[in-house]
């Protein structure tokens, strides 16, 4: 089963998160391998969304917010788009965009950043909107601060939440045919006693950051941690290893806590308004070549499928419904 555990450093500022996907994950595979439009991933691919699943997890229970978290990688390499959206629910949804080959070996720059121009993007789209809100997007290249291409994908996200969110982040990812897992380590911010003084708290916030030796101590320990233990050890054996001289307090999921999950969130009706997207000449004009108009998700593979009947009856319908 997929699990997500939380836990806290006695008395330091520092917290931590282990993230372990397997059902989820090789349902997302299957989905994918089964597929009739396109082919199983190479396995660089599949372990570089797989590390992208288990990070987008850990980063969106780490925060308070009520709306998708969206981890992007918008590559210029044979990988064009990985996309990985995780719900407040914790129910996410995968998938990647491959133009050309793979090579068994490839390193991520190879899939991603073969110029030196993929980016990677988090996006936080609140739930309810107000009118003229924006999504929160940020984004980050894949090159580090002399523009070296970064070959891991956790460095991309450390680099990311550094800059973003002014925090000291470690992560560790790993994944492949059957598991994706992730470590994450974050210090905690100074928390100030007075909520309107906000410039004096982040101030000693930015004191603090990579200096505070608590934090800088468990990091180095969550860094030993090889992928090999990472994709293979249960979640108790992987933190008592690395963090056997600390006092540290596992929280365990409440009953109502929902487990990670592989859910898709299209649906016909999705389809059918993007169908009425097209001008009904269009629609007819597609109709007249094939069958039926035939829209499949990327994400979970359903097909959908609209003939001239229910073209008709959907922008009968719809148009009724937009009058
Ligand atoms: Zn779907």
């Given at each position: 089963?997929?699990?997500?555990?939380?836990?806290?450093?006695?008395?330091?500022?520092?917290?931590?998160?282990?993230?372990?996907?397997?059902?989820a994950?090789?349902?997302?595979?299957?989905?994918?391998?089964?597929?009739?439009?396109?082919?199983?991933?190479?396995?660089?691919?599949?372990?570089?969304?797989?590390?992208?699943?288990?990070?987008?997890?850990?980063?969106?229970?780490?925060?308070?917010?009520?709306?998708a978290?969206?981890?992007?990688?918008?590559?210029?390499?044979?990988?064009?788009?990985?996309?990985?959206e995780v719900q407040p629910d914790l129910a996410f949804r995968?998938?990647?965009?491959?133009?050309?080959?793979?090579?068994?070996?490839?390193?991520?720059?190879?899939?991603?950043?073969?110029?030196?121009?993929?980016?990677?993007?988090?996006?936080?789209?609140?739930?309810?909107?107000?009118?003229?809100?924006?999504?929160?997007?940020?984004?980050?290249?894949?090159?580090?601060?002399?523009?070296?291409?970064?070959?891991?994908?956790?460095?991309?996200?450390?680099?990311?939440?550094?800059?973003?969110?002014?925090?000291?982040?470690?992560?560790?990812?790993?994944?492949?045919?059957?598991?994706?897992?992730?470590?994450?380590?974050?210090?905690?911010?100074?928390?100030?006693?007075?909520?309107?003084?906000?410039?004096?708290?982040?101030?000693?916030?930015?004191?603090?950051?990579?200096?505070?030796?608590?934090?800088?101590?468990?990091?180095?320990?969550?860094?030993?941690?090889?992928?090999?233990?990472?994709?293979?050890?249960?979640?108790?054996?992987?933190?008592?290893?690395?963090?056997?001289?600390?006092?540290?307090?596992?929280?365990?999921?409440?009953?109502?806590?929902a487990?990670p999950r592989f859910a898709c969130s299209?649906?016909?009706?999705?389809?059918?308004?993007?169908?009425?997207?097209?001008?009904?000449?269009?629609?007819?004009?597609?109709?007249?070549?094939?069958?039926?108009?035939?829209?499949?998700?990327?994400?979970?593979?359903?097909?959908?499928?609209?003939?001239?009947?229910?073209?008709?009856?959907?922008?009968?319908?719809?148009?009724?419904?937009?009058?």
């Amino acid at each position: 089963m997929s699990e997500i555990h939380k836990f806290l450093f006695n008395g330091l500022p520092v917290r931590g998160c282990v993230v372990r996907l397997t059902d989820a994950w090789v349902e997302i595979l299957r989905r994918r391998a089964s597929g009739n439009s396109q082919a199983a991933y190479a396995e660089p691919v599949q372990n570089l969304l797989g590390e992208m699943v288990a990070a987008a997890v850990l980063m969106q229970s780490n925060i308070k917010f009520n709306g998708a978290l969206v981890l992007q990688i918008m590559g210029d390499g044979p990988v064009k788009l990985a996309v990985v959206e995780v719900q407040p629910d914790l129910a996410f949804r995968a998938t990647a965009t491959v133009l050309g080959e793979v090579a068994q070996d490839s390193r991520m720059s190879q899939l991603v950043n073969v110029n030196n121009l993929g980016k990677c993007a988090i996006t936080l789209d609140p739930k309810s909107r107000f009118p003229g809100q924006q999504a929160y997007q940020g984004v980050v290249p894949l090159f580090g601060d002399r523009h070296e291409k970064l070959e891991r994908l956790s460095d991309v996200l450390e680099h990311y939440m550094l800059q973003s969110e002014q925090l000291d982040t470690t992560l560790v990812l790993a994944a492949d045919g059957r598991v994706a897992a992730g470590l994450l380590i974050q210090r905690l911010p100074l928390e100030g006693v007075n909520n309107l003084a906000g410039s004096v708290v982040s101030q000693a916030n930015e004191d603090e950051i990579g200096v505070n030796e608590h934090y800088q101590r468990i990091a180095i320990l969550a860094s030993s941690l090889k992928r090999d233990e990472l994709l293979n050890l249960d979640v108790e054996t992987i933190l008592r290893r690395l963090f056997w001289e600390e006092q540290l307090t596992l929280f365990s999921p409440a009953p109502g806590d929902a487990a990670p999950r592989f859910a898709c969130s299209c649906s016909r009706e999705r389809v059918g308004r993007m169908i009425l997207g097209l001008v009904l000449q269009e629609a007819n004009s597609i109709l007249a070549e094939r069958p039926e108009i035939e829209v499949g998700c990327e994400f979970c593979g359903v097909h959908y499928r609209f003939d001239p009947i229910d073209v008709t009856h959907l922008f009968k319908t719809g148009a009724g419904l937009q009058a």
